[in-house]
C-alpha cells in the first residue's frame, strides 16, 4: 500500500545574506492512512521547514529546493500544477495547525467570519462548477444553500472540539477567547475541508500542560474518528509519546531515526536518540546534557551533522553521511555506531 | 532549628482592571494572602499555570512591584514596603533571574560593563578588585574571559544566559528568584541549565526560589514544592510528598497530565475539564471549585485556609 | 571595529543616495568655513557696485550679480556660514531643552508628565512656520530672533519623541533588572536609555537640520531674518521678486543652494537610518 505523505530524500537551503543555508539536507519519511507520526527535535532541527514545504508555504524567492520529491497520493506537489496544488491540496486535502493560538487569528475580525472564510473556500461541498469562476476572490458570492449547510457542519464540528455555546462563540473576536480555547478553533479549522493530512506544528507547546493534556487527547480522538493522519512536529518528547504511532526524529536538518512508538522508546538506536532520552529529568536523578550547541546551517559539519558532538564519531562520520540502516520492522536509523542494545 | 532565610507572610498584590474613562472595573487577585518560608541552602519550589501568580509572586518578592499588603521578612528585616533607599541595600542579598537572563543585558553595553555594573551600584570595590571578582565568576560559569570585550549579540543565546547569571552573582547575594529559568528551552540544553545551577548553589552558598511550570524539572531540583493556582497556594510541602501522595485535587490533575513515558498514556482518560475562571471574576469561596471534582455547598461559601498536615499543608476541605 | 560595525559601514558608504548627502553636507561645511578664501569678491558681503548690477552669469561672475552689483557666488558662500548657524544652533537647543523634558516625563510618568505633553502637543498643534513667524515679528528681524523663535517651536518634537521611546524602552527586560539591580532613575536615563534612543534622534536630528534649514529661509524671505546686507539665501530670494523673470539667476542661486543642502541632510539622514535602526532592532547574526 503506498503512503499517503511521502517525502523522498528532500534537499532544501535558504538563501541569506551570508550564504546558503542547508536547511534540509536528505529528508525521506512516509506518512500512513490514519497514522499519527511524530517529528521530533529539537529547535534548528528543521522540522518545521519541513512542514511548511509540504503545505508549499516557504518563501519562494529564497527558497533553493536541491532535490528529492514530495509525494501526495502519488503526486510530486513539489512539481505538479501550482493551481491545482492550491485549489485541492493545501488547506483542503492537507491541513495546518500552527504553533501559536496567540497570533493565528486576524485580531480584527471575529472568529465567526474567518471560519466562514476558509469554509467559503474550503469546503467539501464547494463543487467544480464554482471553481470555473473566473471573478477575483472578492467578487465571489457565497451560494447561500452551501453557506448553510456548511455552517452546520461549523457547529457540529466546534461541538465536537468541546467548545462550549458555539453560536455565541463565533461572534467573539479571537483576544476574547484563551489560548485553549483559540487552539480547539485552530483544530475544528483544520478538521472542516475534511482532509487527509493534518499538519500540526508544535500545536501544544504554548498552552499550559492542563490543556496540553486535553488537546493532545482531542487531537488523537478526533483523528481516529475522522480517519486522517496527523505529522505532529514537538520537541517534546512526552508529547510525541503520548498520541504518536511512529517517530522520526531529525537533527540540523537530517533525520537520524525512525521507529514505532513503543520500540523507539524501548530501544532507542542512534546516539542522539540516547542522549535526548537522558536529558528528560527524572525524579530524583541527574539530567545529562549534550555538550555543544546545535550547528549553524550556513556551514554545517559534514557528513554525520551530529559528529561533533557525539562521542562515537570516528573519520568516516565527518565524511560521508550515514545510509539507512534498518534494524527491524519500522525500524532504521542512520548512523555507523548506532547501540545495538538488546531489546 | 535554623531560622528562614527568607519570611513572606499574608502578602497581596492586586491588579487593577480599568475600563472606559479609567473607572474601576475589578481587580485581579495575582497574589492572594500567600504565606511560606524559605530555608538556607534549599532549592524552593514555586509551580503553577499560567495565571497563576508565581511570577508575579516573585516579583514581588524582589520589589519589582510593591506589595498591597503583608510582610517579606529577609535578614531580620521587614523588606515589604521600604522606600527605593533601603530597597537598594536589600539587592546586595536578593536577586532576581529572569526567565532569559539573556536579556537583561543592554544591548549597547559591552559584557564586561554590564558585569561591572552590579559592583558599581553597590560596593566601593576599587576597578582592579572588581575586574579580580568579574573573572572568578566568569570561570565559574564556564566562559571565557575573551567575551568581556563583547556585545551581547555577538555571542550565543545559552553564552548569554550564562553572562546574565554572572551578572547576578558578582554581588555574592544569599537567595537568587530564578523566574522560569528552562522554559522554552531545548531538552538537551536544559539538562546544562540545572546543572549549571546546581554547581552555581555549590560554589556560592546560594539558597533558590524555583518559579517554573514543568513540573519535571521541579521534582528534579527542588527539595520542597509550593503550588499555586490563581494567586493562593493550594498545597505545599517536600517534593517527594507533593508528587508522590498529592492531596490537593488541582496537584492531582497536574501531575495526571504529565506524560510519563513507558506508562500508560495520560491524555486518553485525562478528567480535568475546562479553563481557569476568569482571573478578574473569581468564583465565590474556593477558586477551584468550577473544575473540581469534589466540589461540595461548603466550597462555594467558604475559601479553604491553608492547612498544616504530617508531611505539608494543604488548602482544601476535602483533601485526599 | 566589530564586525556588525564594519558591514555597517561598507553599507552606508555603499548606499549612494547616503554617499551624496555626506557630501552635500561637506560641502556645505566647507563652503562656510573657507568663504573667505574661496570666494571670489570677498569683500562683496558688505559692498556694492552699482555699475555691475544685475549681470547674468559671465566668466567673471560665474552665477551673476545681484542688484546691488555684489557677486551672487561670493553672498551664498558666506550665507553657507548663517545657515550652518541657525542650523546647529536652533537644533541643538530644542534638543538640550526637548530631550532631558521626553525622558523626564516618558520615565516617570503620571500627571507632570501629563501636563507636559500636553503642552507640548500646543506647541505642535500649530505649524511651526506659523508660529516662527509670530515670535520674529514680535521681537524685530535678526538672526538670534530666527535662532530663538525655531529654537521654541522645535523643542516640543523632540520632547515627544524622547517620551515615547522612553515609555517604550522602560518595559524592555533590560532597563528593568537594571531598575531591579539597584540602579538610581538617573543611571538608568543617561546610561541605558539615552544611548539605546540616541539612533532615533541621530537620524531625526540629520533630517530636522533640513527643515530648520527650510523654515529658516522661509522667515528671511519674509523679512524676518538678519537685516540687509547679510547674505542669508531666504532674504535673496524676496529681493530677486521684482526683477524675475529677466534676473532668473538673482533667484535661482541662492535657491538651489538651499534645494541642495536640505536634500543633504535628508539623504544622509536616510542613510543614516538604514545602517543605525536594523542592526539594533535585529540584534546581529549569532544565530
Not at chain 1, 521507529?259 to 529529568?281: D, G, I, M, N
Not at chain 2, 475562571?277 to 479553604?304: I, M, W, Y
Not at chain 3, 535662532?147 to 515627544?160: G, K, V
Not at chain 3, 521684482?242 to 542613510?271: C, H, K, Q, R, S
Request: glycine share 10%; charged share 20%.
Amino acid at each position: 500500500m503506498t503512503a499517503l505523505l511521502a517525502v523522498e530524500d528532500l534537499a532544501l537551503g535558504f538563501a541569506t545574506d551570508a550564504g546558503l543555508a542547508q536547511v534540509l539536507d536528505g529528508i525521506t519519511l512516509a506518512v500512513e492512512r490514519g497514522q499519527v507520526l511524530g517529528l521530533v527535535g529539537e529547535s534548528g532541527c528543521g522540522k518545521t521547514t519541513l512542514a511548511r514545504a509540504i503545505l508549499g508555504v516557504l518563501p519562494a524567492h529564497a527558497t533553493r529546493i536541491s532535490g528529492g520529491r514530495i509525494l501526495f497520493k502519488g503526486q510530486d506537489l513539489l512539481t505538479a500544477d501550482p493551481e491545482t496544488v492550491n485549489r485541492e491540496v493545501r488547506g483542503r486535502a492537507i491541513t495546518f495547525i500552527p504553533q501559536d493560538p496567540f497570533t493565528s487569528f486576524n485580531p480584527v475580525f471575529t472568529v465567526g467570519a474567518q471560519i466562514m472564510e476558509v469554509m467559503k473556500w474550503k469546503s467539501p461541498r464547494r463543487t467544480e462548477a464554482e471553481w470555473g469562476g473566473k471573478l477575483p476572490p472578492l467578487a465571489t458570492r457565497y451560494p447561500a444553500g452551501r453557506r448553510q449547510s456548511d455552517f452546520n457542519a461549523v457547529i457540529e464540528l466546534l461541538d465536537a472540539v468541546q467548545l462550549p455555546q458555539p453560536r455565541q462563540l463565533l461572534r467573539k473576536y479571537p483576544h476574547e477567547l484563551s489560548g485553549g480555547q483559540r487552539q480547539r478553533l485552530m483544530i475544528a479549522m483544520a478538521l472542516l475541508p475534511q482532509p487527509d493530512l493534518v499538519i500540526a506544528d508544535e500545536p501544544t507547546t504554548a498552552l499550559d500542560v492542563t490543556i496540553q493534556a486535553q488537546i493532545l487527547g482531542l487531537i488523537r480522538r478526533l483523528a481516529t474518528e475522522h480517519n486522517v493522519a496527523v505529522l505532529l512536529t514537538t520537541h517534546d518528547l512526552g508529547t510525541a509519546y503520548e498520541i504518536c504511532d511512529a517517530i522520526n526524529v531529525m537533527y540540523a536538518g537530517q533525520d537520524v531515526e525512525s521507529a514505532q512508538v513503543e520500540r523507539f522508546f524501548a530501544a532507542p538506536a542512534h546516539p542522539y536518540t540516547t542522549k535526548l532520552l537522558a536529558s528528560l529529568p527524572r525524579a530524583a536523578g541527574t539530567a545529562s546534557g549534550i555538550p555543544g550547541e546545535v550547528p549553524l546551517l550556513i556551514a554545517p559539519p559534514s557528513g554525520c551533522r551530529f559528529h561533533p558532538r557525539c562521542d562515537r564519531a570516528a573519520a568516516q562520520c565527518r565524511e560521508t553521511r550515514p545510509p539507512v540502516d534498518q534494524f527491524g520492522a519500522g525500524h532504521w536509523v542512520r548512523c555507523y555506531h548506532p547501540h545495538r542494545d538488546v531489546e | 532549628m535554623t531560622p528562614p532565610i527568607l519570611s513572606v507572610r499574608n502578602l497581596r498584590r492586586h491588579f487593577t482592571v480599568r475600563g472606559p474613562f479609567n473607572r474601576r472595573m475589578g481587580s485581579i487577585k495575582a497574589v492572594d494572602d500567600v504565606s511560606f518560608d524559605l530555608m538556607p541552602g534549599e532549592i524552593f519550589g514555586l509551580v503553577g499555570e499560567s495565571g497563576c501568580g508565581k511570577s508575579t509572586l516573585g516579583k514581588t518578592i524582589m520589589g519589582i512591584h510593591r506589595p498591597d499588603a503583608g510582610e517579606i521578612w529577609f535578614g531580620g528585616q521587614q523588606i515589604a514596603h521600604l522606600p527605593p533607599v533601603g530597597a537598594r541595600a536589600v539587592r546586595r542579598n536578593l536577586q532576581y533571574a529572569y526567565q532569559d537572563p539573556g536579556a537583561s543585558l543592554d544591548p549597547r553595553w559591552k559584557i564586561g560593563r554590564s558585569l561591572h555594573e552590579p559592583l558599581a551600584i553597590h560596593s566601593a570595590l576599587a576597578p582592579t578588585e572588581r575586574e579580580a571578582r568579574i573573572r572568578d565568576i566568569l570561570k565559574a560559569v564556564g566562559l571565557p574571559e575573551t567575551h568581556l570585550d563583547l556585545y551581547p549579540h555577538e555571542i550565543s543565546g545559552g553564552q548569554q544566559r550564562r553572562v546574565g547569571l554572572a551578572r547576578i552573582l558578582t554581588l555574592h547575594p544569599k537567595v537568587v528568584i530564578l523566574d522560569e529559568p528552562t522554559s522554552g528551552l531545548d531538552v538537551s540544553v536544559q539538562a546544562t541549565v540545572l546543572s549549571l545551577f546546581r554547581g552555581l548553589r555549590k560554589t556560592f552558598q546560594l539558597t533558590y526560589v524555583f518559579i517554573s511550570h514543568d513540573l519535571a524539572v521541579v521534582r528534579m531540583m527542588c527539595s520542597r514544592v509550593a503550588v499555586m493556582y490563581l494567586g493562593r497556594i493550594v498545597e505545599m510541602g517536600p517534593t517527594d510528598a507533593i508528587f508522590d501522595r498529592p492531596r490537593h485535587p488541582y496537584t492531582r490533575s497536574l501531575l495526571a497530565a504529565i506524560p510519563k513515558i513507558g506508562g500508560a498514556r495520560v491524555t486518553r482518560d485525562f478528567w480535568l475539564q475546562g479553563e481557569p475562571p476568569d482571573p478578574g471574576n473569581l468564583p465565590s469561596g474556593c477558586r477551584f471549585r468550577t473544575r473540581c471534582p469534589k466540589a461540595a455547598d461548603v466550597c462555594a461559601h467558604q475559601e479553604p485556609a491553608l492547612s498544616t498536615a504530617e508531611h505539608g499543608s494543604v488548602a482544601c476541605h476535602f483533601p485526599e | 571595529m566589530t564586525w556588525a560595525w564594519r558591514r555597517a559601514f561598507r553599507r552606508f558608504v555603499g548606499d549612494r543616495a547616503a554617499a551624496l548627502g555626506t557630501a552635500l553636507i561637506l560641502v556645505l561645511i566647507l563652503c562656510a568655513v573657507f568663504a573667505p578664501v574661496l570666494a571670489p569678491f570677498p569683500g562683496d558681503v558688505g559692498d556694492f557696485h552699482t555699475a555691475n548690477r544685475l549681470h547674468p552669469p559671465d566668466g567673471v561672475n560665474w552665477l551673476g550679480t545681484d542688484r546691488m552689483g555684489s557677486d551672487l557666488l561670493s553672498r551664498i558662500l558666506f550665507g553657507a556660514r548663517i545657515t550652518i548657524a541657525i542650523a546647529i544652533i536652533a537644533v541643538g537647543t530644542a534638543l538640550v531643552i526637548g530631550v532631558p523634558i521626553g525622558l523626564l516625563a516618558g520615565y516617570y510618568g503620571g500627571w507632570p508628565s501629563n501636563l507636559l505633553m500636553r503642552v507640548s502637543d500646543i506647541f505642535l498643534a500649530v505649524p511651526q512656520i506659523v508660529l516662527a513667524i509670530a515670535i520674529a515679528q514680535t521681537l524685530g528681524p535678526s538672526i538670534e530672533n530666527v535662532i530663538l523663535a525655531l529654537s521654541i517651536t522645535y523643542w516640543p518634537f523632540w520632547a515627544r519623541l524622547v517620551y515615547a521611546e522612553t515609555r517604550s524602552l522602560k518595559n524592555e527586560v533590560f532597563i528593568e533588572s537594571a531598575i531591579a539591580l539597584g540602579a538610581s532613575p538617573w543611571r538608568v536615563m543617561a546610561l541605558h536609555i539615552l544611548p539605546n534612543i540616541a539612533s532615533a534622534i541621530i537620524v531625526r536630528t540629520s533630517i530636522g537640520m533640513g527643515a530648520t534649514i527650510l523654515t529658516a529661509a522661509a522667515l528671511g524671505f519674509l523679512g524676518l531674518g538678519a537685516p540687509p546686507p547679510a547674505p542669508e539665501w531666504g532674504r535673496m530670494i524676496a529681493e530677486s521678486r521684482e526683477f524675475l523673470p529677466e534676473a532668473w539667476w538673482y533667484a535661482t542661486a541662492p535657491g538651489i543652494a538651499i534645494f541642495l543642502v536640505v536634500m543633504g541632510f535628508n539623504l544622509l539622514g536616510d542613510g543614516l537610518r538604514d545602517i543605525l535602526d536594523p542592526r539594533i532592532r535585529r540584534g546581529g547574526g549569532a544565530k
